[in-house]
């Protein structure tokens, strides 16, 4: 049990149907993924990643197949049961960040720990603990319409630490960044990674893919590679 | 999340868009209000009716000819029948069978022009005994009232209200020893009675006594009476005098079926619960109009919960991908709506009540809020809230996590 994978999916087939349609988006896909990994997910538009993505972070259900996460398996759960899954399990890194608008950092933060019964003193505990630890120790009284994007991203990130997930799941996380703020989220993934977090990371851009240990590219909905040939490429003295 | 913070964090959301809080929490506003104007309105009404009533004596029945249900054909207005006589009175009086009455006071009453030297006006003149002023409570302020020798003698003298004083002696001459004319014949002004209040039909003080042999023969020409009033010897025995002086009226009119009587007794209390019945239906006729008012209201927060929860579809989303349950959407929605209504269920009570006040103070009526009528308004409000709410909170925890994030 020692090396149990914190992500085990099994002949998964994701196919959406309409009266006259049948569109197969994910196509009898095998995978696993052990705990501290960091896994770049890539994949043109259509290639069937943001699928998979809603599958592994139990916002979405397969068709056919079996997906383990962390031990538990996420078949025939009713949406509350999801909801407590993505609650403890996932954390949540999206490309349009996501944050309650006009509400300060601290708050945007301790959000996801409120649904699972914290205390308000532990929540606001915890969330200035993991803002300093993005860098943001500066921000705390700021509305996330008073930041830059990329400091939104570290919000978001800072919010998916809290509860201490299975897995961090970002979704295209610099899509929305200038590259030079990219480089610094990459930057925190990497650090996040070092201290043991599995990471999994979807993007249609090569160059942030490398920032990655391992690259799975997926197209048509069939993994095409499943590699960690590639060299990493690291981003050293970034102050964050 | 405690349901306190869930309050707080809705109070914040609510006040981030104020225009539109404000504005929909207005149709609440004026729906509540309404209710508790229009029914602490209505109370009043009711309790200044009772007033006068009890003001008039709370022992005192009334006879009037004529039945008291119709038995078919056409009903003849009361008091229009000639049935009563003052022997009928002289009867009760001098009966032994009758032991629950105190004093009989025959009358008899018609409206007409009264004139003097300076002006003239439209008046109830009443023809009564002594016992009038016991039996009415009737107190005079100047002067003296009729006494036996006035009915004895068929005196041509007269006791009028202050409203009757300064409708005919509008100089403010002392109306004592004065001459007033009616149906031609002139009356000296004997006394002056107090002021008792009342207004419109019901007007305690515009009022002209005369004795009532007087009134009969020299006035009106009538043989008959309009009403024979009885003052009972307590409020404990009113039913039991009712039927002490109803089976003895009958035999005396030789009647055996007494649903057939020419006569009927109503008690003060018979006609407080008459008129408690027609101002109760009033003011429920009243509230339920306010009651629309109030519908109206909760469809305006039901609209705007919907607008609130398309608007907000990525926030649930995203709260529902950071793990929050059906449970949390609907109540942070429902908490929402519920804070709208409640708030304009209290400016509504508060609105409602200087409104009532308002009204009382222009019309110098009676100024009465029952805790009943506000106790009602803060549970519909709530209810409405909620009634209202939980269409848009449902459709909000039932948004799919995956559509909501999408949603532009």
Redo the contacts between chains.
């Keep these: 049990m020692k090396n149990q994978p914190i992500i085990s999916i099994k002949n998964l087939s994701k196919i959406y149907k309409t009266d006259v349609l049948e569109t197969v988006a994910l196509d009898n896909i095998s995978f696993e993924v052990q705990k501290g990994e960091f896994v770049a997910i890539m994949g043109p538009s259509g290639s069937g990643k943001s699928t998979l993505m809603?599958i592994i972070?139990a916002?979405?259900k397969p068709t056919v197949g079996t997906y383990i996460l962390d031990g538990e398996n996420v078949e025939n759960l009713t949406?509350?049961e999801l909801?407590?899954i993505?609650?403890?399990k996932i954390g949540?890194i999206?490309q349009s960040y996501?944050l309650?608008p006009?509400?300060t950092t601290v708050k945007n933060v301790m959000?996801?720990m409120?649904?699972?019964?914290v205390s308000?003193q532990e929540r606001e505990a915890t969330a200035i603990k993991y803002l300093k630890l993005v860098g943001l120790g500066d921000r705390l009284k700021h509305t996330t319409n008073q930041i830059s994007g990329g400091q939104q991203q570290r919000v978001a990130i800072a919010?998916a630490l809290t509860?201490h997930p299975s897995i961090l799941l970002a979704d295209e996380p610099t899509g929305n960044i200038a590259s030079a703020q990219a480089e610094e989220i990459m930057a925190i993934f990497q650090k996040i990674n070092d201290e043991g977090n599995t990471v999994v990371m979807i993007t249609h851009e090569p160059d942030i893919a490398q920032h990655a240990k391992r690259i799975i590219v997926i197209r048509d909905g069939k993994i095409v590679t499943d590699s960690s040939d590639h060299k990493q490429k690291v981003i050293k003295d970034q102050k964050i | 999340?405690?349901l306190i913070?869930v309050i707080l964090e809705s109070f914040?959301t609510l006040t981030?868009n104020k225009t539109r809080t404000a504005l929909s929490v207005l149709g609440i506003v004026i729906g509540i209000g309404s209710v508790i104007a229009l029914m602490s309105l209505g109370q009043a009404t009711q309790q200044s009716i009772q007033n006068q009533i009890q003001s008039l004596g709370s022992n005192l029945l009334t006879i009037q000819p004529g039945s008291s249900q119709s038995s078919g054909g056409v009903r003849s207005a009361q008091g229009s029948r000639t049935t009563l006589t003052l022997e009928d009175a002289k009867a009760i009086a001098a009966s032994t069978d009758i032991t629950t009455i105190n004093k009989v006071s025959p009358e008899y009453s018609s409206r007409t022009q009264i004139i003097t030297s300076q002006s003239n006006s439209n008046t109830s003149v009443i023809g009564v005994t002594p016992d009038y002023a016991d039996v009415h409570k009737v107190s005079i302020s100047d002067g003296v009232f009729v006494t036996q020798s006035d009915v004895d003698s068929l005196k041509k003298v007269a006791i009028i209200g202050p409203t009757v004083v300064t409708n005919l002696f509008p100089d403010g001459s002392n109306p004592i020893g004065q001459t007033i004319k009616i149906k031609n014949q002139n009356l000296t002004v004997i006394g002056v009675t107090v002021a008792k209040g009342g207004s419109g039909f019901n007007n305690q003080d515009d009022i002209v006594y005369v004795p009532l042999t007087t009134a009969q023969k020299q006035l009106f020409g009538v043989s008959y009476l309009s009403s024979i009033a009885l003052e009972a010897k307590s409020t404990d025995q009113m039913t039991e005098a009712q039927n002490e002086v109803g089976y003895f009226l009958l035999a005396r009119h030789k009647i055996t079926d007494a649903s057939k009587a020419d006569f009927s007794i109503m008690s003060q209390q018979d006609m407080v619960n008459t008129l408690n019945s027609v101002t109760g239906t009033f003011t429920t006729l009243l509230a339920g109009v306010a009651a629309i008012s109030l519908i109206v209201g909760g469809i305006g927060i039901m609209n705007i919960m919907l607008v609130t929860v398309t608007e907000r579809t990525?926030?649930i989303g995203?709260?529902?991908?950071?793990?929050?349950?059906?449970?949390?959407i609907t109540t942070q929605f429902l908490i929402e709506s519920v804070i709208l209504t409640f708030t304009g269920g209290i400016l509504g009570i508060v609105f409602g009540i200087l409104t009532s006040f308002i009204i009382a103070k222009a019309t110098s009526s009676l100024f009465v809020v029952s805790l009943n009528s506000v106790l009602l308004a803060f549970i519909v409000s709530a209810a409405i809230g909620i009634l209202f709410g939980w269409y848009p909170a449902k459709k909000a925890a039932n948004l799919q996590?995956?559509e909501a994030?999408r949603y532009e």
């Design positions: 809603h972070g916002l979405d949406d509350d909801a407590d993505r609650n403890r949540f999206f996501n309650l006009r509400i959000l996801p409120s649904y699972a019964g308000r919010r509860m | 999340m405690k913070e914040t981030l990525r926030e995203l709260r529902k991908a950071l793990g929050a349950k059906k449970k949390n996590p995956i994030l």
